[in-house]
């Protein structure tokens, strides 16, 4: 099993020094602290602003491709075919109802969060814009309120920016990122859709009791599962079923949320893996920055005793501390 623990400027949220002080955090940090002596360091990943995925995804597509990313890679990784389990090839995408706000030069993407969309609502929004996608041929499947799927070859290899990199953003800054030739029938859906939800009673009632009016989609985690991959390398190269596995064994959580799982991966890294299985891997997953770790191990039997008696713990840095480097933006950079 694999693990990615996000901290909560990883997420969106601000002042990482605060919530590392909160009461919660303090108890998560003193239960794992003890943790980071019995942790190697592995590989790292480092923020990228102009980058289309977040680092908690990129952290998921190096796990399950097996992998080092490649730029090719970059808002082409099929994380919504990965989602749905399809081995067939076939194209995912996630649609997210949002709401863009609009001011004097831009148009904002507001987290689908902040609509507070009711699971009858978003219903009836995709009944209304069904029919569009349906006319052209392109699956669109609901999830929930503000999950959607789409299937459809167009979105092979198509790269687009993540949702959460976008949001609180320019639309029109992230969403041009994606090249308009491949995406012509896509966009077009997208606009005509606009107009469908801007007279929907749905948002009229929403907006009459001063709520958010869902008022655009935004499409991303595009591809097919299998994704752009070396074919010398990575779990993509051995076939669906493992890629498959690799996807099922790795879990994202919040690190406010992460105490089970935290514990759920202590369990099975303590134990050597099977002959042809990769080793469990943690990744701490902040603002700035990702770290991967591995279980160091000391040997069984007599040898591992002696080893446990003679040899010293291993320094490593407090739990705190990396979670903190994590958060904090690189030299000159601005925060």
Known sequence: MHLIVMTEAAQGGGAPEAALDSPSWEGLLQRWSP????????????EDPEALNTLAEQA???LVWG??????????????????????????????????????DRITLLPPADL????????????????????????????????????????RDLPCASRPRAEGDSVQRWQGRTPLAASRLLRRLQNEAQMVLHEHPVNRLREERGALAVNSLW???AGAATGP??????????????????????????????HEALQAWVDGALVPPAEGQ?????????????????????????????????????????LRDWLQGLDAPPSGAAP
């Open 60 to 62: 998921w597509a190096r």
């Open 35 to 46: 943790l980071m002596m019995r942790l190697a360091p592995s590989w790292a990943l480092q």
């Open 116 to 155: 507070q969309l009711s699971e009858s609502e978003s219903r009836e929004l995709f009944a209304a814009v069904h029919p569009l996608f349906d006319s052209e041929g392109v699956q669109l499947q609901w999830h929930g309120p503000t999950h959607w799927r789409v299937a459809h070859e167009s979105l």
């Open 67 to 104: 992998r080092a990313l490649q730029t090719p890679d970059d808002g082409r990784l099929p994380l919504e075919a990965w989602l749905v389990g399809d081995t067939s090839g076939t194209a995912w995408a996630r649609l997210s109802p949002f709401h863009g706000l609009v001011g004097a």
């Open 229 to 258: 991959s070396d074919p010398q390398d990575g779990a993509a190269a051995q076939g669906p079923t493992t890629w498959l596995q690799a996807v099922r064994a790795t879990a994202v959580r919040p690190w406010s949320q992460a």
């Open 219 to 221: 499409l991303d985690h």
């Open 278 to 318: 990769s080793e469990p891997v943690l990744v701490l997953c902040g603002r700035y920055a990702a770290q991967a770790f591995t279980m160091r191990r000391l040997p069984g039997g007599w040898r591992g005793a002696i080893a446990r008696t003679l040899k010293p713990p291993p320094r490593s840095k407090p």
